[in-house]
């Protein structure tokens, strides 16, 4: 069995896990939960369909990467036949994804701030806006995938770079590598469907590409979290002052909902940036301390698509209506009755 093959089954493993439990959420959302506004039921099926079909792309696509020295080969492993230019479009919007999902997640925060601080502008998620809104995060995840088409589509000099390093440096200088390379990667690189990111030209200045992409793709990912650290510490610090403006069933519920939110915040980080923070930095910084890298790096990936299960399965263990309505529908257990407080006094008084 190759290494694409292992790869693959755990790909595909966590899009059945995500498939489910993000069907869950949503069969759940919309048929059995009352108490969540309607507003902010229809973010938690955008976003349980964001993540089942993030899952799903990885899974057609089969995106790989390998880091070598100062580049970073990013492609498809995909065996299905799919055509070149549609396997290219599945990795780079799997690639976009990225961007999407913590733009979503700010949109969230956006949403919970207002809700929570009683503003007008709230209103304006009410409705069609739900739907604007829900639209929006693919404005930073279209930009992310053009960005990746445009800046990193591969050239003469990235495909001779990737050739020289295939030959020279694996085959040379780590000659051991040579049954590796050609077990692990039975293909021609110029045919693969490929995108290559090699900051630096041969006399080590910064690539005009790479510094527009690592600009583009920074800009994007940091400008959706300052939003959400704004608008989370924001509700930290005046949730105790603000709910007062709430019924106690619904200060509980609005407790829940920053919970929730911020382990959704804390999902990406762990398993989508985190990840991707040493195979995209790698290629930038190996040159300037004169390292010598080979990484298969598309092993993370893996560790990528247990995002989607975590959000769902999170979300819905800290709201407490679904923990309800699971022990009811699925473990058929009855909910506690809360014991009648005058019963209790009394039982206490006879005894």
């Not at 930290?236 to 929730?260: G, T, W």
């Not at 804390?266 to 390292?291: C, E, N, R």
Request: charged residues 15%; aromatic residues 18%.
């Amino acid at each position: 069995m190759s290494l694409f093959d292992i790869a693959y089954i755990l790909t595909k493993i966590g899009f059945c896990i995500s498939f489910l439990s993000n069907f869950v959420l949503i069969y759940l959302t919309i048929f059995h939960v009352k108490q969540v506004f309607v507003t902010y039921k229809r973010m938690v099926v955008y976003f349980a369909v964001i993540g089942i079909l993030f899952a799903g792309l990885e899974v057609i696509g089969r995106p790989f990467a390998h880091n070598f020295n100062g580049s970073l080969i990013f492609f498809s492993s995909s065996k299905l036949g799919v055509p070149h230019e549609l396997l290219l479009l599945s990795i780079s919007v799997w690639g976009g994804f990225y961007s999407l999902i913590i733009a979503f997640i700010a949109v969230q925060f956006v949403y919970r701030y207002l809700s929570l601080f009683g503003t007008k502008a709230a209103k304006k998620f009410d409705g069609y806006g739900t739907i604007v809104w829900g639209l929006y995060p693919i404005i930073p995840g279209a930009i992310y995938t053009y960005a990746f088409h445009i800046f990193c589509r591969p050239n003469d000099y990235t495909d001779g770079y990737m050739r020289y390093i295939f030959l020279h440096v694996c085959f040379n200088i780590f000659p051991f590598f040579r049954n590796e390379v050609l077990s692990t990667y039975e293909f021609n690189i110029s045919e693969v469907p490929r995108f290559i990111m090699v900051p630096y030209d041969s006399d080590g200045h910064l690539r005009i590409e790479s510094l527009q992409n690592i600009s583009v793709d920074l800009f994007l990912v940091c400008s959706h979290y300052l939003i959400i650290i704004y608008c989370g510490l924001g509700m930290h610090f005046n949730m105790k002052k603000e709910l007062e403006k709430f019924s106690v069933p619904q200060q509980k519920l609005q407790r829940q909902f920053f919970k929730a939110l911020v382990i959704q915040s804390l999902g990406p980080t762990i398993f989508l940036v985190l990840p991707a923070a040493p195979v995209l930095l790698t290629p930038v910084v190996a040159p300037l301390l004169d390292m010598e890298v080979h990484w298969k790096t598309g092993w993370l990936f893996s560790l990528i698509g247990l995002f989607p299960p975590f959000d769902s399965v999170a979300f819905m263990l800290i709201v407490t209506e679904y923990k309800k309505i699971i022990k009811k529908k699925f473990l058929k257990q009855e909910p506690e009755v809360p014991k009648d407080p005058s019963t209790t006094a009394l039982s206490v008084r006879m005894v």
